[in-house]
């Protein structure tokens, strides 16, 4: 029976996956979400599994609790907020559960002591990428190299995943496999010509959102574009061009709106904001305080800005 590892897909679920599978290098890798982590728990076969950076989501917290309860050994490494009572609902699962820093710093900090040294820059990267790099152990480490360097590889491996050519699964589970093997982004074939590429889309995607962004008293939003590759930098820009404490970007998806929040205003909680506004408007939200979004029903847009706008409080 394989271990296997199931992971996010962002780069920091990516940089998780890799630090564990430097650990154990015959797992399989799986990647999941959120919403599909119950279903595709079935899909795993029955040895054990380290989950890295999947946030529980809570209509099926009960749920994968009796699933995960029924399995073997379990490690599970997050930094999303859990519902209460998750993680004493199982015995056999061991939590690294932390909401200050990257799940990258987690998978690296439990398994360091069994992989090469130089791993430690696959946890830089995840840490940086998913802007959690302000802490005490990330902080120490990046003191060790020359940080130039290693954001050129972060941005070689954010931007890079941006492209239809490494933004599916093959791909990512190809990048996993380089990373533990201790490759740079930055040598991984086409990978920073994707990335300048994206670069240059984000460029684009300013300059459309500074000619078509609307605003409230405290909210920028921008609504149906097609950058859907990028929905952080499109609610940042919204809220930067407007010149408002936050930002939201609206990208339709047939039968609903996907809502992305970012802000300026860094005492913003926008996993609160995201989950009051859209649990006014009979959607679902929540995320990171500095990261968020939504999933609203279509004709409830401009009431999900205006309960948006009311709760932020600056
Ligand atoms: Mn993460």
Same mark, same amino acid.
């Given at each position: 029976?394989?271990?296997?590892?199931?992971?996010?897909?962002?780069?920091?679920?990516?940089?998780?996956?890799? @630090?564990?599978?430097?650990?154990?290098?015959?797992?399989?890798?799986?990647?999941?979400?959120?919403?599909?982590?119950?279903?595709?728990?079935?899909?795993?076969?029955?040895?054990?599994? @380290?989950?890295?950076?999947?946030?529980?989501?809570?209509?099926?917290?009960?749920?994968?609790?009796?699933?995960? /309860?029924?399995?073997?050994?379990?490690?599970?490494?997050?930094?999303?907020?859990?519902?209460?009572?998750?993680?004493?609902?199982?015995?056999?699962?061991?939590?690294?559960?932390?909401?200050?820093?990257?799940?990258?710093?987690?998978?690296?900090?439990?398994?360091?002591?069994?992989?090469?040294?130089?791993?430690?820059?696959?946890?830089?990267?995840?840490?940086?990428?998913?802007?959690?790099?302000?802490?005490?152990?990330?902080?120490?480490?990046?003191?060790?190299?020359?940080?130039?360097?290693?954001?050129?590889?972060?941005?070689?491996?954010?931007?890079?995943?941006?492209?239809?050519?490494?933004?599916?699964?093959?791909?990512?589970?190809?990048?996993?496999?380089?990373?533990?093997?201790?490759?740079?982004?930055?040598?991984?074939?086409?990978?920073?010509?994707?990335?300048?590429?994206?670069?240059?889309?984000?460029?684009?995607?300013?300059?459309?959102?500074?000619?078509?962004?609307?605003?409230?008293?405290?909210?920028?939003?921008?609504?149906?574009?097609?950058?859907?590759?990028?929905?952080?930098?499109?609610?940042?820009?919204?809220?930067?061009?407007?010149?408002?404490?936050?930002?939201?970007?609206?990208?339709?998806?047939?039968?609903?709106?996907?809502?992305?929040?970012?802000?300026?205003?860094?005492?913003?909680?926008?996993?609160?904001?995201?989950?009051?506004?859209?649990?006014?408007?009979?959607?679902?939200?929540?995320?990171?305080?500095?990261? /968020?979004?939504?999933?609203?029903?279509?004709?409830?847009?401009?009431?999900?800005?205006?309960?948006?706008?009311?709760?932020?409080?600056?």
């Amino acid at each position: 029976m394989r271990r296997t590892i199931i992971a996010h897909s962002d780069t920091d679920g990516i940089c998780s996956a890799a @630090i564990a599978l430097a650990r154990f290098p015959d797992a399989r890798v799986f990647f999941s979400k959120p919403v599909s982590l119950l279903k595709e728990l079935d899909e795993v076969d029955e040895g054990n599994v @380290i989950i890295c950076d999947i946030a529980v989501n809570k209509p099926d917290a009960v749920a994968l609790a009796k699933k995960l /309860a029924k399995r073997k050994d379990v490690l599970f490494f997050d930094h999303h907020p859990m519902p209460p009572g998750f993680k004493s609902a199982m015995k056999n699962v061991t939590f690294h559960h932390d909401e200050r820093v990257s799940a990258s710093e987690l998978v690296y900090r439990a398994f360091k002591d069994a992989i090469a040294p130089e791993r430690v820059w696959i946890a830089l990267y995840g840490a940086i990428a998913d802007y959690s790099e302000a802490t005490p152990f990330i902080e120490e480490k990046m003191r060790n190299w020359d940080r130039r360097a290693i954001f050129f590889e972060v941005s070689s491996i954010v931007m890079g995943i941006k492209n239809e050519g490494f933004s599916d699964y093959g791909a990512k589970r190809r990048l996993v496999a380089e990373l533990a093997k201790g490759t740079n982004p930055s040598q991984m074939p086409r990978l920073v010509e994707s990335a300048r590429e994206a670069v240059v889309k984000e460029a684009e995607l300013y300059e459309e959102i500074k000619r078509t962004a609307a605003s409230f008293d405290h909210v920028g939003y921008i609504v149906k574009l097609e950058h859907f590759g990028f929905r952080g930098p499109a609610a940042l820009f919204a809220a930067t061009v407007t010149d408002k404490p936050l930002g939201v970007a609206a990208f339709e998806r047939g039968s609903h709106f996907d809502i992305t929040l970012r802000a300026r205003e860094p005492s913003l909680r926008l996993n609160d904001i995201a989950e009051k506004a859209a649990a006014a408007v009979g959607g679902s939200g929540g995320g990171h305080p500095h990261a /968020a979004g939504a999933r609203i029903p279509m004709s409830k847009l401009k009431e999900f800005l205006k309960k948006a706008d009311e709760l932020v409080d600056v």
